[in-house]
């Protein structure tokens, strides 16, 4: 199992160095770390007094890694969860924040737990996760990256402009779609052809 570290270490090698990109709303961003990240935990590293684009082109990959550990993983509580659902629930909170408990916790209820979708780890949460984990632990880590897929394309139904992120120009898997299933198995993978017949709507 990997270490929290080697798991942060990952989500910054996939997020990539700086991006301004204005149909994403987390706006600029360096290695995964937004501007409203870095606003809201004061961190102006120009010592300029307030924080801004050259606050963000100034994220080194080790702060990155520091933020994510604390901000992302200890103080959701995502260590509450069982060890193989982490990485995932992890990464995706990187991603989507809060929405990376609620897809958890919208899956947990569809298999009969009987628990609030909040957005937060308590302990129900925590309890059902791990009863979920020993009653299926071959398919919970599937069912929880498939569930992400799905809120992608979901998301990417919903809002135009970010439907370049679940394809490519081509029109195959893009970043998004290929993310979630690092985290699924490969016989669960959508092929290209139901991936272009997914979005195919998208026109």
């Known amino acids: 199992m990997l270490s929290v570290r080697a798991i942060a270490e990952d989500i910054v090698t996939r997020e990539g160095g700086f991006v301004d990109d204005p149909d994403d709303p987390g706006g600029p961003t360096n290695f ?48 509450r969860l069982p060890a193989g659902l982490q990485p995932s629930v992890f990464d995706m909170y990187v991603n989507a924040g ?4 609620r897809i958890l916790q919208r899956l947990l209820r ?14 129900l949460t925590a309890r059902a996760a791990h009863g979920a984990m020993a ?9 929880y990256g498939i569930a992400r897929r799905n809120y992608y394309y979901r998301l990417a139904d919903r809002r135009p402009s970010s439907r370049k992120f679940a394809r490519r120009r081509d029109g195959g898997k893009g970043g998004w779609i290929a ?3 690092e985290f699924i198995s490969p016989r669960w993978h959508l092929s290209e052809a139901a991936h272009r017949e997914r979005v195919a709507s998208w026109g």
Request: no cysteine; hydrophobic share 45%; glycine share 12%.
């Open 32 to 79: 995964g770390v937004t501007i409203h990240t870095m606003r809201a935990l004061g961190l102006d590293l120009d010592g300029d007094g307030h924080v801004d684009v050259r606050d963000v082109q100034l994220m080194t990959r080790a702060q990155a890694v520091a933020i994510f550990i604390e901000h992302y993983f200890a103080r959701p509580g995502i260590g």
């Open 98 to 101: 809060a929405n990376a408990v």
């Open 110 to 123: 569809e298999i009969g737990h009987d628990l609030a979708v909040d957005g937060r780890i308590g302990p």
């Open 135 to 143: 009653q299926a632990p071959d398919h919970l880590v599937d069912a």
């Open 179 to 181: 993310r979630a299933e």
